[in-house]
């Protein structure tokens, strides 16, 4: 999503973000940013039902 | 389970004035973690608090973690009082915030953020920097890996526009 308007912000590095960083999967981010923000959301909300189908299949075997 | 189509099409219905942050704010631009609730932050004027109020009232809102049976009045005057609610509604969870760390009351984010488009529904999100931005302010050793996978999502961004302008 382009951010003509905002005013830019400085993010200096910080160490312990970029120790964070290396165990970060670029691929599947790259994939994600294929996607509309719509896509994306919608994506997000597929997610969540599909965890809470899993979680009460979980709760009906206990 | 939590809707997000259902709550921000509830908010944006009755014309709420909000800002998408948190984690569905890292998904709208493309942060591949999952989130259950929806934050946003809502500008606290009076007329903004009624629709408020208005927009969620039919979700039953209640205190997220609160014993059942508390008194919770859901109106205005609750939110006069209060800043920032952790609510569970029948659409699922959200966190209305009147300020965030970093980032203050609503107007003082508003320069910080844009339109997008879900749902079919029209709505304002923090730009990702700024997402970082609060995200570095809150200082939670728990959201270390999520502040880098919001950098990292930076990063391929502007790559991916620097190839684009090449």
């Known amino acids: 999503m382009p951010e003509h308007t905002a005013p830019s912000i400085a993010l200096p590095p910080d160490p312990v973000i970029e120790a964070y960083k290396k165990d970060i999967d670029r691929t599947l981010l790259r994939e994600t940013l294929k996607l509309t923000p719509a896509q994306r959301l919608q994506r997000l909300q597929d997610v969540v039902q599909t965890m809470a189908i899993l979680r009460g299949a979980a709760r009906r075997k206990a | ?166």
């Open chain 2, 1 to 166: 389970m939590t809707s997000f189509e259902q709550l921000l099409r509830s908010l944006a219905q009755a014309r709420v004035d909000f800002i998408v942050v948190g984690g569905i704010a890292g998904g709208l631009h493309g942060a591949a973690r999952t989130t259950y609730d929806l934050d946003v932050v809502y500008a606290r004027d009076a007329q903004n608090l009624a629709r408020l109020v208005g927009a969620l009232g039919p979700l039953d809102p209640y205190l997220r973690g609160a014993p059942p049976g508390l008194p919770f009045r859901w109106d205005t005057d609750t939110l006069v009082r209060g800043l920032n609610f952790t609510l569970t509604t029948s659409a699922g969870d959200i966190d209305l915030l009147g300020e965030v760390t970093g980032g203050g009351p609503y107007e003082n984010l508003l320069p910080h953020t844009i339109e997008v488009e879900a749902f079919g529904i029209t709505c304002r999100c923090v730009t990702l920097p700024k997402l970082i931005a609060l995200k570095r302010a809150t200082g939670r050793p728990r959201d270390f890996d999520a502040i880098a996978e919001l950098e990292v999502l930076l990063e391929e961004q502007r790559r991916g526009e620097s190839k684009a302008n090449d």
